[in-house]
């Protein structure tokens, strides 16, 4: 089992930026596929970003595409998600994610979370 703490959450104005972190302990990271998801208010968590075990591919919602960018550095076992021209309506809780296929079957795990706030 892998444990996940995000960081870096906060508050901000309209088109500013923010960088996420999440730490990752317990298992081998670079087994794991990682993600952010992110919830607000009222709404079902939805995908934000995601990237390879190798850091080799990225992909994004099409809503953050250009703004963020995911990355990861296996040796420090973390992974982060750069936030540029920040929207209000980017504002919500963050979620990191870890997914690791064992057999066929997907094992996902999460960290607590960390609040964006981005103000008008």
């Known amino acids: 089992q892998v444990q996940l703490v995000e960081s870096g959450g906060g508050l901000v104005q309209a088109g500013g930026s923010l960088r996420l972190s999440c730490a990752a302990s317990?298992?081998?990271?670079?087994?794991?596929?990682m993600g952010w998801y992110r919830q607000a208010p009222g709404k079902e968590r939805e995908f934000v970003a995601g990237?390879?075990?190798?850091?080799?591919?990225?992909w994004y919602a099409d809503s953050v595409k250009g703004r963020f960018t995911i990355s990861r550095d296996n040796a420090k076992n973390t992974v982060y998600l750069q936030m540029n021209s920040l929207k209000p309506e980017d504002t919500a809780i963050y979620y990191c994610?870890?997914?690791?296929?064992?057999?066929?079957?997907?094992?996902?795990?999460w960290g607590q979370g960390t609040q964006v706030t981005v103000s008008s």
């Open positions: 994610n870890a997914q690791i296929v064992v057999v066929t079957t997907p094992q996902n795990y």
């Open positions: 317990g298992r081998t990271f670079s087994n794991y596929d």
């Open positions: 990237i390879s075990r190798s850091g080799d591919s990225t």
